[in-house]
């Protein structure tokens, strides 16, 4: 039998690369820029889940980030309560206030929802930045203490690094779970089809709702971890353009893909940072490499190796079709042997 190599060895191979990677460099900028495309992945991922997967495409994204990380900015610092906890609770209002924006936004459909979603995101940026009271406004918050469960403190850059890869291969694990599940396929007929999804049975409202909260849940774990990490918070991380770049990584990386996210915030990123010296003509560069990205591989690069793959013929024979030929040319053999013939 032979042996063909399939994308879970691939993802087990990269998984035990990124548990190697400190051990192999303790280049700080190398670690940084992994730390932040985990960071940034699990919340495209999220994007991705109620675009991709649900066909409702929200812009509001970056103002979930911004409240699982202010709320646990503000947690740490002001309540002095402890990294976990301030974790769960940062996920669990950030879920909160997604249901019940989704409540209000998903009766919309379309590029109204869209626009509705984009004015949803621009209102929480800006309650973040005038409530100065609370969040310290274009201040920032300063001081937000060093993640520490237990006795583990994460003061290193390798155990930051480590923490976050938790949460990414968690987050990505549930993700997986979830598309190749009853309710991933619920997802898919929704954004199909609505009309015809509920002509067949499917709740519609309800099951965009749960799509619309799990992806608001992980903007907000993302936006969490990044408030711990970075322990210090601006207004500016919930802009709405920060909403654009990641609508952005998850067209190149391939919208209503497991790790089209994943591959568009680290190519994207490394891309971006790569142009940092030509600071000037940075987007000059970037603008035309995006619209070749877009006018040739309109699915994204992970999209067209899913196309790719689903052309490919397949490397074993069709045993089944020359068995199947061989069946019906003995029962003709038999029947014209009897004396009957086709009429």
């Not at 918050?141 to 968690?170: A, N």
């Not at 190149?252 to 891309?271: K, S």
């Not at 995006?290 to 052309?311: D, E």
Request: with cysteine; net charge neutral.
């Amino acid at each position: 039998m032979r042996f063909v190599p399939g994308s879970k060895w691939v993802v087990a191979a990269l998984f035990f690369v990124a548990l190697a990677i400190p051990l192999l460099t303790d280049n700080s900028y190398y670690l940084n820029m992994l730390i932040m495309v985990f960071i940034w992945s699990i919340a495209v991922s999220g994007m991705n889940i109620i675009a991709g997967y649900a066909g409702q495409l929200s812009l509001a994204h970056a103002g979930f980030f911004g409240i699982g990380a202010y709320t646990l900015g503000l947690l740490m610092v002001k309540a002095q309560m402890s990294f976990l906890v301030s974790l769960a609770v940062s996920v669990v209002l950030t879920g909160m206030v997604g249901a019940v924006v989704g409540m209000i936004s998903l009766r919309l459909k379309g590029h109204y929802f869209a626009i509705f979603s984009l004015c949803m995101g621009v209102i929480l940026s800006l309650v973040i930045e005038k409530w100065e009271s609370l969040t310290e406004g274009v201040r920032g918050l300063l001081g937000i203490p060093v993640p520490k469960i237990g006795s583990v403190e994460f003061s290193t850059l390798t155990s930051q690094y480590y923490l976050i890869l938790f949460f990414f291969v968690l987050a990505m694990f549930v993700n997986r779970q979830i598309i190749h599940s009853l309710v991933g396929r619920t997802f898919i007929s929704i954004r199909n089809s609505e009309e015809l999804a509920e002509s067949l049975g499917i709740h519609a409202m309800k099951s965009k709702m749960l799509a619309f909260v799990y992806s608001t849940v992980l903007a907000g774990l993302a936006g969490a971890l990044y408030a711990g990490y970075l322990r210090f918070l601006g207004p500016e991380i919930a802009s709405i353009e920060h909403a654009f770049e990641m609508l952005l990584y998850l067209l190149v990386g391939g919208i209503g893909t497991l790790w089209g996210p994943v591959v568009g915030t680290a190519l994207v990123m490394t891309l971006m940072q790569w142009l940092q010296s030509w600071q000037d003509y940075r987007m000059i560069i970037f603008g035309p490499i995006l619209v070749l990205i877009v006018m040739f591989l309109p699915h994204g690069i992970m999209g067209a190796f899913a196309q790719l793959k689903k052309n490919q013929p397949s490397v074993l024979p069709d045993t089944t079709d020359d068995k199947n030929r061989g069946i019906e040319r003995g029962v003709n053999d038999r029947r014209l042997a009897g004396g009957e013939s086709d009429a």
